[in-house]
T-cell receptor, first 110, second 109 residues
Framework: EPEVTQTPSHQVTQMGQEVILRCVPI?????FYWYRQILGQKVEFLVS????????KSEIFDDQFSVERPDGSNFTLKIRSTKLEDSAMYFC????????FGPGTRLTVL | EDQVTQSPEALRLQEGESSSLNCSYT??????LFWYRQDPGKGPEFLFT???AGEEKEKERLKATLTKKESFLHITAPKPEDSATYLC??????????FGKGTRLSVIA
């Protein structure tokens, strides 16, 4: 069964550093998403992406975040200058009404 | 504001003891109601989508039902491997998925 993959599984970074989280969505899907889950809290929507542009973004997705689809298979989330409160699990998902989630990247900001 | 509330927050069952998890939602123009299973440190794993009131879906020991205000996930004769957090999410008319906090289920042998 096709699945969404994410790399790395765990990223540790210093506050103020840039990180790039990578995702390979399911190959025939056209809608892509990033979500985050702070430990013990709800899964929260960050951004959706369709037709090579952002279709919707939440209040969390401020100027320090960006997304890109650099080629036909990868979908990336960049955090320009990480803060302590960015520590969370970040999930990529693909699909339209039925979204399939990747295994997540645990981001730890020190 | 679109909102999804799940109860209970945690549920402990003996193996074989059936029960139900509740998901109450307040969303505008519901397009779908989703149930996911999440194991510790993993991504949500899709279980069911329900689209209209009265709809039911089943998979092994799990059955999901939908009314106009709630969804239930019924677990029949659970086994220890059913232990996980079960997430409910609503897809409103023109906004992204809204998740509940989840119900943490523990099934004791």
């Amino acid at each position: 069964e096709p699945e969404v993959t994410q790399t790395p599984s765990h990223q540790v970074t210093q506050m103020g550093q840039e990180v790039i989280l990578r995702c390979v969505p399911i190959s025939n899907h056209l809608y892509f998403y990033w979500y985050r889950q702070i430990l013990g809290q709800k899964v929260e929507f960050l951004v959706s992406f369709y037709n090579n542009e952002i279709s919707e973004k939440s209040e969390i997705f401020d100027d320090q975040f960006s997304v890109e689809r650099p080629d036909g298979s990868n979908f990336t989330l960049k955090i320009r200058s990480t803060k302590l409160e960015d520590s969370a699990m970040y999930f990529c998902a693909s699909g339209r009404d039925r979204q399939f989630f990747g295994p997540g990247t645990r981001l730890t900001v020190l | 504001e679109d909102q999804v509330t799940q109860s209970p927050e945690a549920l402990r069952l003996q193996e074989g003891e059936s029960s139900s998890l509740n998901c109450s939602y307040t969303v505008s123009g519901l397009r779908g109601l989703f149930w996911y299973r999440q194991d510790p440190g993993k991504g949500p794993e899709f279980l069911f989508t329900l689209y209209s009131a009265g709809e039911e879906k089943e998979k092994e020991r799990l059955k999901a039902t939908l009314t106009k205000k709630e969804s239930f996930l019924h677990i029949t004769a659970p086994k220890p491997e059913d232990s996980a957090t079960y997430l409910c999410a609503a897809l409103p008319g023109n906004t992204p998925l809204v998740f509940g906090k989840g119900t943490r289920l523990s099934v004791i042998a």
